[in-house]
Structures are given as structure tokens and as C-alpha cells.
């Protein structure tokens, strides 16, 4: 039996360090799936869309801490408009039965019986804010009912209206007694009371002088229900597990979740958010009844495991491990091979509305070392180090470490410094997913966790493809003109209208005109209605010119020539493949050779970043960047970042 892991645990403001394991077992075998268009009807959601997809990202309770990671800091990156739902990680379930709130920090043993009694009411409502690292800029009063995270983000709430909050309940470390309260009709009603009544209307315990009847209301917008996992020993050691009632319980008590935010709801005139994360391994996914479409009509959605697929528990073997598609070079046993496309068909293949599930992707990376070659599925010594923890390390950390490399068949990137060599999700790999969303019907994305990509970088990679053009599954946002015969049919989640060519110029244009039929990467440029646009990263049937998250920047009129210095935009999506066989670290001390003759365009600088668009000389020859590079040397890789466009 294979087991993998979850980056997911808890902290304290006593403890102030992460526990951050988990349980996955390897997905079974199946054919990989082509990602076929699949329409769907818009589906109501509580939450509000953008561009009729959801993006939802955990903020961590223990982020405060070490990691300094404050809910102001995500409002000041800029990337709060990327994202519609925040999930809070986590509450704890009390030997009770029921949700509470305490001071009081996880355990070291390495079992479930670690997480009994836990919780962080100083970071959840106690912690005071100053003016500059407040969401409002106005610093906490000290005698204000709450504070903390929670009136952090009531106050990015304020500046949002678009965006929802939801409490997580469980994860990794806190799903010890899952199974008790699930158990029986009146432990259930029992429980849910208790959640409903903290975190929706508000009645926090009073904790150092925060909380109050109502001190809480209006920070959540409803619960995610994180049951690591029912009916399996795949969880913590320790657990509460009842085999032959788990799953069943399951649907039970997810229904009773929505009887009661529905009948409270009813009250005030709202509808609350009810979800879940949903496992990967088919085990987990059959003992838990997570793909029981019962338990999907008390869920709005679920969204499903799809990192943490391998990892440096096996240290000797580095690997993929958020790959959206199976490897055919992965030497493991067909039976521990597994993919984010198998997860996904655990649950369509069940008959789950593909808009009720979301796809999980990590802002983290995995890492071995002891690597000799850049080549995945490698042999390793180890699991490399990491801020908290050996083998994990934030995505801001790595993602600009040693060489990259990535694999379009596979949907999976890689980092390799010579002796490190580290499995992350990246821009890339995130357009390749928000592809495989459109063309699968998926209702969006979701994020594990929001500090490991301080910037936004990949919240913006993937919102650059689903945050514009064809309007998504869900009810509610939308930029596309329905009436635009040259955008995406409606009712088709990722199919570009092939009867329509694109419009000609009306003058006479230095660019080609634009085809909405063509495929376009970072660099292509085209014209459109008069105007030179180039394009910024992976792109089909999206107009130039259109608003929203465009990936077309308009350079130009018909009558003038795009400009050679517009750095343009970071390629997240080129499929371009990185020879896995070579580090292609360029010599950081050479800064590259200036052309023999004259040149329009500068010379490279391998000390320089570029971005898509950029234009270049090198060795007497002019190259575009066709994505973010620095160090690639022109002409050095068949598949390399710089395209050919002259000689000097």
C-alpha cells in the first residue's frame, strides 16, 4: 500500500510552527482521458463567479506566525480580484461533538490525539492590527469584540463585495472525531448547531477579552467540509473510523449542513456555501462516498486532491507531483501511477456534474536531493530542505531555482539546480489546467495555500484563461458579448466558434489579421480592426482588443509597427518542452555576445530578465522572447524560449 502526503495541518500562536502532512494513496490505473468539450447548463452557485468560474484558495490559521502572512498582505499583492471564495483553515471538532475555539497548540506525538483540544482563538479573533498591516488602515481598537484574522478578512470582504469567506473544518491534523459526530441523527444535528452558531451567526467564546454573542457575524459565508477521510485508516494515525458506516454517515451529515444553513439562510434572506475537499485515491474516493451524487445535493461542489500525487516520502525516486496527465515514463508499478485527469474521472465517471467539482493545484513544490540529472523520475538521495519542512518548499522559493523544465504531454514543471530538483505547479502547467477546466465543463480551480505565491502569479495564470473570453458552467459573472458571433458558444465550456475567421483590417497592415480559428503563442503578432496587437501567452479565439484579462496587448496602429521595447507579458502557457536531459543552466558570468554587425535590436543580456515580446540580438541574429526567460541563450534550444525572427 503506497501512501502519499498532504500538505495540510494546523498551528498555534503557542506552537507558531506548521504540521503539514497528509494521506493520498496512489490512483488506479485508467486510459488518459482527451480533453473533449463537454456542455453543461449554468448551475446556480451561492458564490459569485467570475467569468462563470470559480477560484477559491485556503488562507492558513498558522500563516500569521512564521511565514508573517497576513490577510492585508493578499489585499495588497493585488490578487483579491482573482479570487471569489477564501477557505480558513481550519476549525477543530471537540471531543464534544461540537466546533469550538481555544488557545491551545497541537501536539508533536505524530497522531490524531496531537490535534484533540486545539485551536488558535489569539490568531482567529485576538490578534490586533496596526494601521499599515491592516486590510482598512485602520488600526484595531483594543477593546473591539473581534479582531484577528477574522475581522481581516470581514474588512477584505468590505472592499470585495464580490468575495466569500468559508470556515474549513478538519484537514489533516483535526479529523480525529469526524466519525463521532457523523455518527448518529441527534450527533450530527448537535454538531452542525454548534458550527452554525460560532462561525455563521457569530457567537464566539469570549477569549481575553474578543468574542461575544454576534462578535463573529458576517465573516463566513458558509463551511468546507475537510474529513481526512471517512471509512479508511488512510488518515492520521488515531482517527475515529467506522469502515462500514463512514461513508454513508457522510452524506447524512453533509445533509444536515444544508438543512440548517438552508433553514438559517432562510431567515435572513441568504443562501451559504457548503463544500468539501475530496480525495484522489479511488479507495478513499468509494469507503467515503465522495463521488455519491446523494451527498452532491447537499454540496455546492468539492474540489478534488490534485497535488501531493508523489513526494519525498519515497526518497530514493524524485517525480511529478501535480501532473495533469500520466507520465509513459514513469517506471512505477501501473498501479501506483496516477494523475489529476484519473482523479477528475473518478467523479464524472460516477456522474458528478463536472461544474460541482473544482480542480486542486499547489502554490508549493516537492523536492529531492541528491539528483544527478534534470530528468524526472530520477534517483535520489533524500528529501531536499525546505523553510518548514524537508521536502516542501513555497512556490515564491523555488520557482525561480537552478533551470526549468516542462513537459505540455504530461501537463507537469520542474525545477533542477544540479542537485535539487523540485515538482511545482507553474504558469505553465496552470494554463494547461484552466484548458483542461473549459474543455472538461469543471466548475474552476482551487489553491493550496495563498502564501507560498505572495504575488498572485499563478491566481493570475489561471484567471488569464478562465477569467475571460466563453463565460464558464456557473451562474453568475461573464465578459463574453453573447452576442459576438467571433466568441466562445455559451454553452460550450472551451469550444472557439470555427465558422467565424476573425475580422480583416480594414487598411493595409504590417500584421497579418487575426484568425480566431489559429493557435497563438507569446511573441505572435496580429492586427485587428485597425490596430497591431502581440500576444502575450498561449492564446485561440480570444479577440483582440476585448475586455477583461486579455492575452492580446494592443503595440500599434496599422499605419505604424509594433514596438520592439514593449517588454509584453509573461508566457504562462507555451507548451514548449525543456530538453529533460540537460540542465541548460547558462553561465550566469558570460553576458552574452554582441551581434558582429548592426543590429535594430539590442544585444541579449544573460543577466536580464525578458519577457514575451521582447526582441533581442544575438551571434548576428534578432530573437523574440516568447515567455519570461533570463539566462536561456538565443538559439541554444530547439524548444527555447527565444524564436528566430532575422539576421542583423
Known amino acids: 500500500m503506497q501512501l502519499t502526503l498532504r500538505r495540510r495541518g494546523v498551528a498555534t500562536a503557542l506552537a507558531a510552527t506548521t504540521a503539514l502532512t497528509g494521506s493520498l494513496l496512489a490512483v488506479a490505473p485508467s486510459a488518459q482521458s482527451a480533453t473533449i468539450a463537454t456542455a453543461v447548463s449554468p448551475s446556480d452557485t451561492p458564490d459569485t463567479p467570475i467569468n462563470g468560474f470559480r477560484n477559491v484558495a485556503y488562507f492558513a490559521q498558522w500563516g500569521v506566525y512564521g511565514r508573517n502572512y497576513q490577510v492585508g498582505d493578499f489585499e495588497r499583492s493585488g490578487a483579491a480580484d482573482k479570487v471569489n471564495v477564501i477557505n480558513y483553515a481550519f476549525a477543530n471538532i471537540g471531543q464534544d461533538g461540537q466546533c469550538f475555539e481555544a488557545i491551545k497548540a497541537v ?125 479508511t485508516n488512510n488518515g492520521l494515525t488515531g482517527n475515529i473510523v467506522d469502515p462500514a458506516n463512514d461513508g454513508k454517515n457522510f452524506v447524512l451529515l453533509a445533509k444536515e449542513f444544508r438543512t440548517q444553513l438552508d433553514a438559517y439562510g432562510a431567515a435572513n434572506g441568504k443562501r451559504y456555501i457548503l463544500s468539501a475537499f475530496a480525495p484522489a485515491n479511488p479507495e478513499d474516493i468509494t469507503a467515503g462516498h465522495w463521488n455519491d451524487p446523494a451527498l452532491f445535493q447537499s454540496l455546492d461542489y468539492a474540489n478534488v486532491q490534485g497535488y501531493d500525487l508523489w513526494g519525498a516520502w519515497n526518497p530514493s525516486l524524485d517525480g511529478h507531483q501535480i501532473n495533469l496527465y500520466d507520465d509513459p515514463a514513469d517506471p512505477r508499478d501501473s498501479d501506483k501511477q496516477f494523475s489529476v485527469d484519473k482523479a477528475i474521472k473518478q467523479y464524472t465517471d460516477a456522474g458528478i456534474k463536472p461544474a460541482q467539482l473544482g480542480l486542486g493545484m499547489a502554490m508549493y513544490g516537492r523536492g529531492w536531493t541528491g539528483v544527478t540529472s534534470s530528468t524526472p523520475w530520477s534517483s535520489a538521495t533524500g528529501a531536499a530542505n525546505g523553510t518548514y519542512e524537508k521536502g516542501i518548499e513555497d512556490y515564491d522559493k523555488i520557482k525561480n531555482l537552478g533551470t526549468g523544465g516542462f ?239 532575422g539576421t542583423c
Open 107 to 231: 501536539g508533536t506525538g505524530g497522531t490524531a490525539d496531537d490535534g484533540v483540544g486545539a485551536g488558535d482563538a489569539y490568531a482567529d479573533y485576538g490578534k490586533s492590527y496596526d494601521a499599515a498591516t491592516s486590510v482598512s488602515g485602520t488600526a484595531d481598537a483594543w477593546d473591539q469584540p473581534l479582531a484577528g484574522s477574522f475581522n481581516q478578512l470581514k474588512e477584505l470582504k468590505a472592499k470585495h463585495p464580490g468575495l466569500k469567506v468559508v470556515m474549513s473544518i478538519g484537514g489533516w491534523s483535526y479529523s480525529k472525531f469526524w466519525s463521532q459526530v457523523a455518527a448518529t441523527d441527534a450527533s450530527r444535528k448537535k454538531f452542525v448547531s454548534s458550527c452554525v452558531n460560532m462561525f455563521i451567526k457569530g457567537d464566539l467564546p469570549v477569549i481575553d477579552g474578543r468574542g461575544g454573542s454576534g462578535a463573529g457575524a458576517g465573516v463566513f459565508d458558509g463551511f468546507d467540509l475537510d474529513w481526512e477521510w471517512p471509512g
Open 407 to 645: 513537459d505540455a504531454n504530461v501537463g507537469a514543471a520542474w525545477r533542477y539546480d544540479g542537485t535539487n530538483w523540485w515538482s511545482l505547479d507553474t504558469p505553465q502547467t496552470v494554463a494547461l489546467k484552466a484548458d483542461y477546466i473549459r474543455s472538461k465543463g469543471l466548475g474552476g480551480g482551487m489553491w493550496w495555500e495563498l502564501d507560498g505565491d505572495r504575488s498572485g502569479e499563478l491566481l493570475t495564470a489561471l484567471m488569464a484563461k478562465l477569467g475571460t473570453g466563453a463565460t464558464g458552467p456557473l451562474a453568475g459573472g461573464g465578459t463574453t458579448d453573447p452576442t459576438d458571433p467571433g466568441t466562445t458558444d455559451p454553452t460550450d465550456p472551451g469550444t472557439t466558434d470555427p465558422t467565424d475567421p476573425g475580422t480583416t483590417d480594414p487598411g493595409d497592415c504590417s500584421a497579418t489579421a487575426w484568425d480566431a480559428t489559429k493557435v497563438y503563442t507569446g511573441g505572435d503578432t496580429v492586427s485587428y480592426d485597425g490596430k497591431i496587437y502581440t500576444a502575450q501567452w498561449w492564446t485561440q479565439g480570444d479577440k483582440p482588443g476585448a475586455s477583461g484579462s486579455s492575452p492580446w496587448k494592443a503595440t500599434g496602429t496599422c499605419s505604424g509597427t509594433t514596438d520592439p521595447t514593449d517588454p509584453g507579458t509573461t508566457d504562462p502557457t507555451d507548451p514548449g518542452t525543456t530538453d529533460p536531459t540537460d540542465p541548460g543552466t547558462t553561465d550566469p558570468t558570460d553576458p552574452g555576445t554582441t551581434d558582429p554587425g548592426d543590429c535594430s535590436a539590442t544585444a541579449w543580456d544573460a543577466t536580464k530578465v525578458y519577457t514575451g515580446g521582447d526582441t533581442v540580438s544575438y551571434d548576428g541574429k534578432i530573437y523574440t522572447a516568447q515567455w519570461w526567460t533570463q539566462g536561456d541563450k538565443p538559439g541554444a534550444e530547439q524548444w527555447g524560449p527565444w524564436a528566430l525572427k
